[in-house]
């Protein structure tokens, strides 16, 4: 029997629960490209607004991730256990960098397949193609030499593998598609499953930049990616975090990279990104049987940052992969610098009371270092360094909101008013949520 995409779409969009082949009807069209573009986004907003049941989620992950290769590092006899990480997303979220590093100097192995920025957040792929040289979408050969040798690879999904996730992904991403549990949920598991994973650790991110804001819904969806992964046969543990503000001093696609390799060499690290960072990886740790709970395995962390032994993965990653072989040296001379660069002064003395997330966001998409299409490019340069916390104090008794760099004056001059915006000073910051929420399991 052939089943039309225009009829899956209506019973979707009348409330129908698909059976399997529907669904996978609609995912091989996806590849083979017999689903037009349009019957994609309308599919999408049809689960938007109607929802799937567990059955669908779980009949639509396997789709995806079976719709291409699925790889199979049994043969590969790796000495640890094959472990990932993935974020919902979030503004200056580059704990992928620093994570992956510390698993593979802690004995486990990183195929860790990462996406571009999706809405208003940032990708860790497009933080990756800051590095120049840097090959972000390797063969599957290469990825497969690259984990052996480095222990870690941070890039993205290779040609065969789930291929019908990278084009319903960059659908979503303009069609006003993103915030889906169902779709989420899908898109993220799709890629780890193919990856062979034998263990995930997901942060599921709620607060102003996230794209689950309120903490119920970011519960919502850790559950559902929980219970998908571990019916699926892939153990998976998620924490809540809170993006209320940017995650650590930086936001943009080259800064973040800097960022990275100072924390994983010994130079400033900021307090909420290393324990959402730390958290995350000892959680991971315990998962693979590399510790024998969550205290041994934050000792392992702590151990492999201090020693240098995760920031030596990172280079040979970095090299491995086709950068610089001294981009912990000279990472100034290898990462991209935009012209402008200017603080952000506070028009008022006094302390960062609340930072709208999404709107420091938009502000650096608007900068060129986000896509408001597919098609878009980058710009690696921009973005925000040195973001005022909140709590601290700003202003002529204080210090900028932030340091802006941009590529031209005029963009400086919106980004800056988009800043000045998003983050409220007030006399005195209010209570923040706690970092780490919750732990779903």
Known sequence: MTLLPQEIIRRKR???????????????GAVDASVTDAQIAAFAMAVFFRGMTMPERVAFTRAMARSGRVLDWSAANLP??????????????????????????CGGFVPMISGRGLG?????????????????????????????SAGCAVVGATRDIAPADRRIYAIRDTTGTVESIDLITASIL???????????????????????SDIDDARAL????????????????ALLTDMN???????????????????????PKDGRLWEVTARLTAELLVIGGLAADAEAGRVKVEHALASGAAAERFARMVRDLGGPADILEKADRH?????????IAAERDGVVAAVDARAVGVAIVALGGGRTRPEDGVDHAVGLTGIAAIGEAVGAKGRPL???????????????????????????????????AERIA
């Open 335 to 343: 990462l991209p610098a935009a012209p402008v660069i200017r603080p």
């Open 120 to 148: 208003h957040t940032g990708g860790t792929l497009d933080k990756m193609d800051a590095i120049p040289g840097y090959v972000s979408q390797p063969e599957t050969d290469v990825l497969d030499r690259v984990v052996r």
């Open 80 to 105: 640890g256990p094959v472990l990932d990480k993935h974020s919902t997303g979030g503004i200056g979220d580059k704990t992928s960098l620093i994570l992956a590093p510390i698993i593979a100097a």
């Open 402 to 436: 932030a340091l802006l760099h941009a590529r031209d004056e005029a963009s400086a001059a919106a980004a800056e008013a988009a800043i000045r915006a998003a983050m409220a000073v007030a006399h005195t910051a209010p209570a923040q949520p706690a970092l780490v």
């Open 190 to 212: 799709s890629k780890k499953m193919a990856a062979g994973l034998s263990g995930l650790v997901m942060d599921v991110k709620f607060g102003t930049g996230a794209f689950m």
């Open 222 to 237: 850790a559950r559902s990616i929980v219970d998908v992964a571990n019916g699926g046969g892939l153990p998976t543990v």
């Open 14 to 28: 009348d409330g129908a629960e698909l059976d399997v082949a529907e669904i996978e009807a609609m995912v091989r």
């Open 245 to 267: 503000q940017p995650l650590g001093r930086t936001a943009g696609n080259a800064v973040e990279v800097r960022e990275s390799i100072d924390l994983l060499t010994g130079g």
